[in-house]
């Protein structure tokens, strides 16, 4: 397990493998150090933003009682000194079990820096929109109100704001502002 970590290590991705009580069992470099020290003491696996700490309690209990199917994406807000991060948390299932024994997941941490929008189907992937999520988000990156959007994409306003609403959630904001701020420019690292 800790091989396959250092391996996305080599590709400069931040990765741990989690146990089936959410603590680290192997966790490369990067990850540490963009977690710190404390991340792998035999406690459950968590991340320093409340909001991303509840949606990884909440996927891992989901891998875990619910046998949800794919990957949750968890959008980690920065702190002072650090970028904004998107945690991709994947369930170890099937013949994953023979390489990842006493695994219930792996997650990898895809840091952000402020560089110039990405695209839709990044946007995509990064925080699991849908088309027309990411449309409406990659509109408001660009200053533009919901009644400007609504007329550049031809649907009512009622419809952006819940779309801008699916958005947020999904984004874990709670501010338009906060979305502009996350999304004025991310680019991989």
Do not use: W, Y
């Not at 800790?2 to 603590?23: C, F, M, N, S």
């Not at 320093?48 to 891992?60: F, K, N, P, S």
């Not at 875990?64 to 794919?70: I, K, T």
């Not at 992937?125 to 959007?149: H, K, N, Y």
């Amino acid at each position: 397990m800790q091989t396959a970590a250092d391996v996305l290590e080599l590709i400069g991705l931040p990765a741990a493998v989690l146990g089936r009580k959410g603590q680290a069992v192997a966790m490369n470099q990067s990850c540490q150090s963009l977690l710190g020290a404390t991340a792998r003491d035999g406690r459950r696996f968590g991340f320093v933003d409340a909001a991303a700490d509840r949606l990884l309690v909440d996927a891992l209990q989901g891998f875990a009682e619910r046998g949800l199917p794919g990957t949750q994406s968890i959008p980690i807000r920065a702190k002072e000194d650090a970028a904004h991060a998107v945690a991709h948390v994947l369930p170890v299932r099937r013949s994953a079990r023979d390489l990842f024994a006493s695994a219930s997941a792996v997650v990898i941490i895809a840091p952000l820096a402020q560089d110039a929008v990405l695209g839709r189907s990044v946007l995509e992937g990064l925080f699991d929109l849908t088309p027309a999520e990411a449309r409406v988000a990659r509109s408001v990156a660009g200053c533009r109100t919901v009644e400007q959007i609504a007329n550049e994409i031809g649907i009512s306003p009622n419809t952006v704001r819940a779309q801008l609403k699916a958005v947020m959630a999904k984004t874990g904001v709670n501010r338009q502002a906060e979305l502009v701020r996350l999304l004025s420019g991310p680019v991989l690292v």
